[in-house]
């Protein structure tokens, strides 16, 4: 079967940001969402934005996803724009909610952004099902998003996200709402479904040990006004199985990390 | 068994009138209940009850049994004069309901594209609802008959189908206008991130989404349309409908008191043949009416 993405010149990074700053509102009125952002994504790297509400991860998606503007700096999706990237398929994005068309099937929301750039019919339904097979949905072809449980709704979502075969996925908290097993099997899943099809990832997240599980690289942002703070090298390979979890590496990295967060020992950081 | 429950409360609702109708005649004064009703002056004081009498309330199978006689030799059978004027009334009534659906869509759709055009549109949509039907009717008409004049054809039951369609367009819009807005900040960021236009966000998105809504509103704006081509019927004097059978059969209803009963039947008809061809519509769409399930 064919998960391959698209060709990308190798030296391009996959996203390329230089001072990039959002402000939302004018005057007295103004925020910071996002302030000074340098970050360089390489083609095929898995980056986690972690923080806590409020600092930006989210906003910083949109931006290098087209959806907003950034007011400031410049910023680079394969080298070039981000209205360009988005308009010629570049990215694919997942939310927190999977935000699928309770009208349509399974396979009919997968093939979406396959119909609406006028894929002939029998080639989008074959890569359709593909997509369902991929994340295990081949038994749910047909079936309307209400008759799915969340994790089965959010799997749809990430074979929608992979249907235009992106070089690069955007996924806010794509995870949020699941509970804690169905999240785990999920992460499993998604490393899983990277793996195959070598794919950047900018994966906004708040949970630290998903991050550290999934990531090459952790990005730790502080809110007023959101920016980076520090960056975590994750040393775990890239080969992501569940028993990297009971690893001291794994271990020691999401200490790392959480020290990033809260800007302080190990010990205080434990309280919460 | 489930399924049946609704059919049975329903004819259990209209048995319901028909026996409050037959137990009031039969238990309530000859005369009715008059207050304040001055000695020897006729129609003074406040009727709060109705004369019971065969004259004024006819027996409900007395109404059904007129139905199967005719209007004196050589005339059809009543139900049969019925038909034929509900079938001109039912079509009057489509059209203008397929004018009220073109015409509301439209107005939604401008509104929904352009905020300065809600602010702008949706008070007068609003204000045009109460404007009486009778003094709207004839103002119609006249433009109709002006029209004609000119050398554009402009039949008389045009004139009452866009007086039907003056009532129906207003919940189509409104519905319209709720259901296009209806899509989640994250399906309108969803369908941008794929890089699709207004045209392709609209088809995909908007219209499906809008089903839900558009439904209620198609079915309230389809028994107003019965009602705007019955009263339209009647104000421009349109023959052949049901409004004009109406007042005509109830000028002879001192003789005949079941007569006129034979025309309501026929517009209650309508309006229910109406409400039931939105019902079908909403079985045929139904994939479009599913709840998205909340994980």
Wanted: proline content about 6%; glycine content about 10%; aromatic content about 6%.
């Amino acid at each position: 079967m064919r998960f391959e993405t698209k060709q990308v010149p190798d030296a391009t990074p996959a996203v390329r940001a230089v001072g990039v700053g959002k402000t939302f509102g004018r005057r007295a009125k103004a925020v910071d969402a996002v302030a000074g952002v340098d970050l360089t994504i390489a083609a095929g790297e898995f980056v986690s934005l972690i923080g806590p509400s409020g600092c930006g991860k989210s906003t910083l998606m949109r931006l290098i996803a087209d959806l907003d503007a950034p007011t400031a700096g410049t910023l680079e999706v394969f080298g070039r724009s981000p209205r360009t990237a988005r308009l010629e398929q570049d990215y694919g994005i997942a939310f927190q909610q999977a935000g699928l068309l309770p009208w349509r099937s399974v396979v009919q929301n997968i093939a979406l952004p396959l119909e609406l750039h006028g894929v002939p019919y029998a080639e989008r339904a074959e890569r359709a099902e593909q997509l369902a097979d991929l994340v295990g949905l081949a038994d749910f072809r047909d079936h309307r998003p209400d008759q799915l449980s969340g994790g089965m709704q959010q799997r749809v979502a990430i074979a929608r996200a992979l249907a235009e075969k992106p070089r690069l996925l955007l996924m806010d908290e794509p995870f949020g709402a699941l509970d804690e097993m169905t999240r785990e099997r999920m992460q499993a899943e998604l490393a899983r479904i990277v793996a195959r099809t070598g794919a950047a990832v900018v994966f906004v997240t708040h949970s630290i040990p998903e991050a550290v599980f999934l990531s090459d690289r952790v990005v730790v942002m502080s809110p007023r006004p959101g920016r980076i703070t520090a960056e975590v090298e994750v040393p775990l390979g890239a080969e992501r199985a569940e028993m990297l979890r009971e690893s001291p590496e794994f271990f020691r990295t999401v200490s790392e990390v959480r020290e990033a967060l809260h800007g302080a020992p190990v010990g205080r950081a434990n309280e919460r | 068994m489930r399924r049946a429950l609704p059919w049975v409360w329903g004819v259990i609702g209209v048995l319901a009138v028909v026996a409050i109708w037959e137990l009031y005649k039969w238990l309530g004064p000859a005369d009715g209940l008059v207050l304040g009703a001055i000695q020897g002056q006729a129609g003074s004081g406040l009727r709060i009850l109705p004369r019971t009498g065969d004259l004024n309330m006819p027996h409900v199978w007395d109404m059904f049994a007129r139905l199967g006689q005719d209007n004196g030799a050589g005339t059809p059978v009543l139900w049969v004069s019925v038909l034929a004027a509900l079938g001109i009334t039912l079509g009057i009534s489509a059209i203008g309901l397929v004018i009220g659906l073109v015409v509301g869509v439209a107005l939604a759709l401008v509104m929904q594209r352009w905020r300065i055009v809600e602010w702008g549109i949706l008070p007068w949509i609003v204000v045009s609802q109460t404007v009486p039907l009778i003094a709207f009717a004839p103002i119609i008409a006249r433009m109709g008959t002006q029209i004609d004049k000119a050398g554009v054809a402009w039949p008389g039951w045009l004139s009452v189908a866009v007086i039907a369609s003056y009532l129906a367009f207003f919940p189509i819009a409104v519905g319209a206008l709720r259901g296009l807005g209806s899509p989640e900040a994250i399906h309108v960021d969803l369908l941008r991130s794929y890089g699709a236009g207004y045209g392709q966000t609209l088809r995909k998105l908007r219209l499906p989404a809008s089903v839900p809504y558009l439904l209620p509103a198609l079915r309230l704006g389809a028994t107003s349309a019965v009602v705007g081509a019955v009263v339209g019927e009647v104000s421009i004097g349109l023959p052949g409908g049901l409004g004009r059978m109406i007042i005509q059969l109830a000028q002879s209803a001192s003789a005949d008191p079941a007569l006129p009963y034979g025309p309501i039947f026929g517009a209650v008809l309508v309006g229910l043949i109406a409400a039931g061809s939105v019902a079908l519509l909403g079985l045929i769409l139904k994939n479009y009416r599913r709840g998205e399930a909340v994980a």
